[in-house]
């Protein structure tokens, strides 16, 4: 009999939890794959099976491009005393002029000193990046080890000494066309009724990010250990998991799961 596949995270959190005490360090799970590839979807798709799993999510590791800029919600910063046509021509003009999609991008100093942190079992505070104001905020989130830590995000292979912390690689395989769309859909659910700012991302499509895939992002599935296609397109806000490639993420699962 056939039929969508059952998981039990219970049982695997209490097979998990087992398993960890014999391990010496945790498992760290790195997810790779262009931009709209389906990272974050499996990502949440693997801690719904091992709730004890935390994930690292690369755009909170982003460089605070504007003017270093840091701000607390709470207490009113130099943006709030500014016009709000200016801050978002400011913030427009960064957009058109940053390489959101080269490694130079990234704080990998942090986020290799936050792996590092929490494979010793030690705590540590993850930075939290506005991406629609491109700033760091002043708070960060308090992220306590885990046996299961999940880092995803489309330049995480292009970074060796991130890669040698990683215990299984896994690059989403998505067709190029699918990850426009799923870009496009999004980015008209950011800013609805913004045609210059879909006009500026399209064009910025064409100029880095389908450059910076080819030259950055592609060539790093070599350094996987699963390759899982995702060819499925959907409207809603989620990626339908059953378009997905089931048994490759049972392979996840599993290997996780045996890993001593």
């Avoid at 299984?168 to 990850?179: M, P």
Wanted: net charge positive.
């Amino acid at each position: 009999m056939t039929g969508k596949r059952i998981y039990s995270p219970l049982a695997n959190c209490k097979k998990l939890a087992n398993q960890q005490m014999m391990r010496k360090r945790p498992y760290v799970i790195g997810i790779c794959g262009g931009p709209s590839s389906g990272k974050s979807t499996v990502a949440k798709i693997i801690k719904e099976q091992l709730p004890q799993a935390i994930i690292l999510n690369l755009i909170n590791f982003y460089k605070p491009i504007r003017g270093n800029m840091r701000r607390s919600r709470a207490n009113s910063m130099v943006d709030d005393q500014r016009d709000e046509k200016e801050i978002k021509e400011e913030i427009r003009e960064v957009y058109r002029r940053i390489d959101f999609d080269s490694p130079d991008a990234i704080d990998w100093d942090l986020l290799n000193k936050g792996v590092q942190s929490l494979k010793n079992y030690k705590p540590f505070n993850k930075p939290i990046y506005n991406q629609d104001e491109m700033i760091r905020l002043a708070e960060t989130d308090h992220i306590k080890p885990s046996p299961v830590i999940i880092i995803e995000g489309h330049l995480i292979f292009s970074n060796e000494e991130l890669i040698k912390k990683m215990d299984l690689k896994v690059f989403l395989d998505t067709d190029d066309d699918v990850r426009l769309s799923r870009s496009v859909l999004k980015n008209s659910r950011r800013h609805p009724g913004d045609m210059q700012f879909l006009k500026d991302f399209l064009q910025k499509y064409e100029q880095s990010v389908k450059p910076n895939f080819e030259k950055y992002i592609e060539p790093t599935k070599k350094y996987a250990d699963i390759i899982l296609p995702n060819y499925g397109f959907t409207t809603e806000d989620a990626l339908d998991i059953y378009k997905m490639n089931i048994p490759a993420i049972d392979l996840i699962i599993n290997r996780v799961l045996s890993e001593q």
